[in-house]
């Protein structure tokens, strides 16, 4: 008979970290054409298809962009609070807070002077986010509460107060749908390509990723949250105010969520409704965990998914693949890092016996 | 009881057993028998061994050397199925039971037999075992519901439903109230006569008094003595425990002895069971010298060092550096005075495992300038100080960005070490600084101790290792059930009297 067991290994160096997110992407996609294979497709033309949709043209790549911006804030800001074990599944609900915030800013304040309405937007936004989330922080700093409860619920509290917006105090006059009014010219992200929808948003997107990794390994602020994380008795053993360190982690993890909110307010659709994120909150776990918690690996990890999402539409045309392979592909990929990354921790032993 | 014992043939025997960890001998060379209907003591300080010889009767661990033998026949356990086959059964310090599931659920838990669970039939069963031996357990109740000593008594029937011979415990009254442990100890003796022969593992010496036959000493992974419990006594024990003869003698450098660096007064707190752990502690520490505390573990050495640390607050004294008093529970205003901190245990308090060698390094010193300015850190500032931290400790390491726990367990110490005297502090506070080091680490830290005490600064040294104690100290004060018992100077030292403050006896 053979047995297996799980043990730990010795540390791996650095490099193996890096190479790890291609390796997982890579063995996703092998193992993702079984079911390509099993739907009666050609793997080749299949996987060709889906590049081709999601890269072959400037207009399918800035629309991967698009698509890949509000993936990239929420899956820095789940990362972002995992690195401090701040469990956060809540980026779903902070995005609505960020939402509801920029469309209030976006109909209400027509009183401030043009160039303001942006600014104030965004701020307001990433505030709303922010403090959405230092609910679950205080629970968890001053109760105790277990985190992954509370921010998890937290989304169906807030998805509720927004239906309870739309269809009363922000709905739209003489609408029967729960939709608010649109936000005024002055609160549209703009577009920086002509003919595209390459808009405001994805260039924060990709402004947030460098000053995460800036907050990660330049400031104290980084060094003490990675402790948090890593070790909570220790951080206080150092002096480190871990209570507060939780709370700032909570407050900037919402934060992102919430831009990711503006940005499909103000540059895709214009108006908050009861979908305005197709999931966006979840699918950045997702992303948060391939990407290792790494805000590059978050950029990339989010670009991944995007080509997928985007490319998914021509490959189901070209290659006759339901889209729902869309869906496959994401668990897989999910699931080979999580695969991955227990490997670089342990090894599996087989014995004999 | 021994003169039967002596005809009858152990059903437990192991010769020279020897287990190696990566930079420890936890067992070197250790003999143990355990008779029929006996009850035997494995006794030791924490990191003597005891946890790691039974996980190697229990199987969970390969021998290095030595042999098993079960009823007089040699034996090799692959895992702990093994060793259950043979009637052992394993009580853990940490239990081992589903909690959302019901007592009758957890005992049928991995029982081999048919797919169907035969819930009628097990369940009779285990109310026949509950009324052979006065267990009063619902078998429907929920675990979570349980007290703490209703689920022990839970690992209990375990084993027995599973036709356990030989039961062995995990320092089984660490987790007690002291009524559950008096339950424990009738439960226990039930079993005795029923057949059962058991082994006890403790440091809690009455406890051994009280339930024990007879005692193996562990020390330091050896097995330093034997004795019949009828014919010893607790401050033999007690000395057997901690250590009997010095085996060297450190020259500890001369030096003055100056202002009072640490003062506490009248500390008292609780441990987090709600029992009493420091009751009304007072000491002054001068610079200049060594104050080692000494007293078995458990005695409230690891809260009093808590409470210096800043780690918990006590609940009533107070805490003087250098005359200023420091408000209670703030590891940031000790750090703040300057007070350089060994902790006990290095990896759950001590360390960043996780993170680099680098990283451990600043812990203390990554808000001060210049390693940070601003709320920003200076990575080359940070490589000066790490770097000057290595080469002056001789930590060896592969380089200062390496992850910290690929280190070994004697230079985990000595970042620590680094870290907390490259300063020069005028105040060191060490709680255990050398358990579970090899000798050559051990030396190390003891000379890093003096070097700090001869420059001036003063040295608090709690630790349970009386050897220790007394090749470090200047002045060495007793602590027994969160009080001090006495105090005396090196030079009066006396280990009878000693062992008897360490007992709780003022002589
Ligand atoms: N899995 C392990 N890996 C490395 N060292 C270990 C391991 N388990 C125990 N040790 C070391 O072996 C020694 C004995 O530990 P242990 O058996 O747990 O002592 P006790 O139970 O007497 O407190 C200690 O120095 C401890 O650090
Ligand atoms: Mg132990």
Redesign the interface.
Known sequence: MIGMSIVKRKPLPGWVMLVIPVAAVFVTLLITSIPILIAGGNVFKAYGALFQGALGSKFNLLETFVKASPLILTGLAVAFAFRAKFWNIGAEGQLFAGAIMATWVGIYFTWLPGFLVLPVMIILGFLGGGLWATIPAFLKTKLKVDDVVTTLLLNYVIFHMMGALLFGPMQMPGSSWPRSASIMDAAFYPMLIARSRFHLGIIISFVAVLVIWFINNKTVFGYQSKGVGINLNAAKFGGINTNMVILKTAIISGGLAGLAGVGEVAAIHHHLMMDVSPGYGYTGIVIAMLGNLHPVGVALAAFFFSVISVGAQTMSRVAGIPIYIVGIIEGVALMTMLIFILLTEYKIRWTKS | MEGRILEKQPVIEMRGVTKRFVDVIANDKVDLKLFPKEVVALLGENGAGKTTLMNVLFGYYNLDGGEMLINGESVTF?SPKDAINHGIAMIHQHFTLVQTQTVLENVMIGMEGSFFLNYKKAKDKLLAIEKEFGFQLDPDAIVWTLSIGEQQKLEILKALYRGAKILIMDEPTAVLAPTETIELFDTLRNLVKSGHSIIFISHHLQEVMDICDRVVVLRNGRRVAEATVSETTIPELASLMVGRELLERLDKGKSKTGDAVLEAKDLKVKNNRGITAVDGLSFVLREGEVLGVAGVSGNGQTELSEML???IKPEEGEIFIYGKKIPGG???A???EGMA?I?EDRI????????SVK?NM???S??KEPI?KK???NMKEIRIFADNCINSFSVKTDGM???V??LSGGNLQKVILARELVGNPKLVVACQPTRGLDVGAMEYVHQAMLDQKVSGSGVLLISDDLDEIFLLSDRVIVMYEGKIMGEMSAEEADRDKIGLWMSGVIS
């Not at chain 2, 759950?348 to 993170?355: E, N, S, V």
């Open positions: 692959s640390f800043g780690e703030s590891p940031a000790v750090i703040a901190r902790p759950k308090t001590g360390l960043f495992m996780d993170l990283e600043i812990l203390e990554h808000i940070s709320g920003l850190i960005d390496i992850p726990k690929s």
